[in-house]
């Protein structure tokens, strides 16, 4: 007979062990500093930032693409509370010794990452508006997504769905 838990259970000790060596990198006092200032930075700090400059480089040719990035922002917000209202996952420190917080959360809950997600939504629609951004965005999205595990604050697991949900509502909005 077949165990439908058995993988499950697979994924879940991959996860858990993937983001305990994760957590261990920020025991390096730089690693850790650099992850907490892109993390602080994924607060919206980066995001906002850019927008307003385009607005200043752009003036009303960078409004459509503000306005796209603020929508999607909104959508993120709402579907991603929904997501974790129903799942209550917890933070991977509250459940696992071996992994230490050494950020801080927004909320008590882990699934999905809304950092990640909206660092992917808003990367996908800046470069839509603004390709040469590739360069700087797509780095500094990588920087978000990996400072979540290595923070203590998500499972890889987390940063996938947040990154796939960013994703999702972001090409949606684009064909919209």
Request: hydrophobic fraction near 55%; glycine fraction near 6%.
């Amino acid at each position: 007979m077949y165990n439908r838990k058995l993988p499950l259970q697979r994924i879940n000790k991959y996860d858990v062990e993937l983001c305990v060596f994760c957590n261990r990198q920020s025991r390096n006092f730089t690693v850790r500093n650099l992850f907490r200032f892109a993390s602080r930075l994924g607060d919206g700090v980066f995001w906002y930032t850019l927008m307003a400059a385009l607005l200043v480089r752009y003036r009303i040719d960078a409004l459509p693409a503000v306005l796209h990035m603020l929508a999607v922002a909104l959508v993120g917000t709402v579907i991603y509370k929904l997501i974790k209202g129903k799942t209550l996952r917890p933070r991977p420190f509250n459940v696992y010794p071996a992994i230490v917080c050494v950020g801080k959360t927004l909320d008590q809950f882990s699934f999905p990452s809304g950092h990640t997600m909206h660092a992917a939504a808003f990367s996908i629609v800046a470069v839509a508006y603004f390709p040469a951004l590739f360069w700087l965005v797509t780095p500094f999205a990588l920087l978000v997504a990996l400072s979540r595990p290595i923070l203590g604050l998500h499972y890889p697991s987390d940063v996938l769905a947040g990154a796939a949900l960013g994703a999702v509502i972001a090409v949606i909005s684009l064909q919209i």
